[in-house]
């Protein structure tokens, strides 16, 4: 958009001088150095449409989308104001990771010392036996035996496994409240860079936003003195380049500030 307003300028600059040349009271060189800016303009312009279709290109692939599908993304348009609402970060993802794998330590460590309770064996037998001294199956007796028992095993002899697995267990846990300590600190620093960052790229784009107004308050004014004959063409281009600068600072800080805003809603968002 900024690219595209300063092409119209340039080219309507450019037919301003081309008036004045046919009027004589203009130097060709002026025209010729207004056609040159309109070019690079025209350039820098094509180079950023070629530019866009990559960045779709790259989020097509990225999102898993047909290469032939459409992509627009629409400008949310917002204003200084609008990013100039209070914005913190306040997420906890390390945080809480380490938390599960803090739980999940001390569930280890309370299976391990849930091996060393007594087992207790639920056992029983439902059969009927013959009893022959001549062959099997033979018109002898049968006899049913069956039975229903508890088994409780105790162990004398501590498992070594088992007492290795407790120590290493309860190892896991000191080691799972370390890194919860350090979790907690990387937060609350990622979080103070994440709101640092805001702040500095909102400052920097409200002093942006006033500077582009000033140049584009300068260029016009030029152009009501050039016009009059008073000042020379290379300034009045000169004028349109720093407003064309101006706005171009404008909009790569503006994409600053959304992208740190933005950054601050993924980490509150994400649980």
Not at 114 to 119: A, G, I, Q, R, V
Not at 129 to 145: M, V
Not at 154 to 169: E, F
Request: hydrophobic share 40%; proline share 1%.
């Amino acid at each position: 958009m900024v690219t595209e307003g300063s092409l119209l300028i340039a080219d309507t600059l450019m037919n301003i001088m081309k008036s004045k040349l046919n009027e004589g009271v203009a130097r060709s060189q002026d025209v010729n150095n207004a056609i040159a800016n309109s070019l690079s303009t025209t350039d820098k312009l094509q180079q950023l449409r070629v530019q866009l279709q990559e960045q779709y290109s790259t989020i097509k692939i990225l999102c898993e989308i047909d290469g032939d599908a459409e992509l627009e993304i629409q400008d949310t348009d917002a204003t200084v104001a609008q990013y100039a609402i209070p914005e913190k970060a306040a997420g906890g993802l390390l945080q809480k990771q380490q938390e599960w794998q803090q739980r999940y330590q001390e569930a280890d460590l309370a299976a391990a010392l849930k091996s060393f309770l007594p087992t207790v064996t639920l056992f029983s037998s439902f059969s009927l036996q013959q009893n022959t001294t001549r062959r099997f199956f033979d018109n002898s007796q049968w006899f049913a035996s069956n039975y229903i028992g508890l088994r409780i095993t105790i162990p004398l002899i501590p498992d070594v496994n088992k007492l290795i697995a407790v120590k290493n267990a309860r190892n896991n846990i000191i080691i799972a409240e370390n890194n919860l300590q350090h979790a907690k600190i990387q937060d609350k620093g990622n979080n103070t860079q994440l709101n640092l960052e805001y702040q500095k790229a909102l400052a920097s784009y409200q002093l942006a936003v006033q500077i582009e107004a000033l140049k584009k308050d300068s260029y016009f004014k030029n152009l009501n003195i050039y016009k009059e004959g008073i000042l020379s063409a290379t300034d009045l281009l000169n004028s349109l380049n720093e407003w064309y600068a101006a706005s171009i600072n404008s909009a790569v800080l503006y994409a600053a500030c959304g992208y740190a805003k933005t950054s601050i809603n993924i980490t509150n968002t994400v649980k």
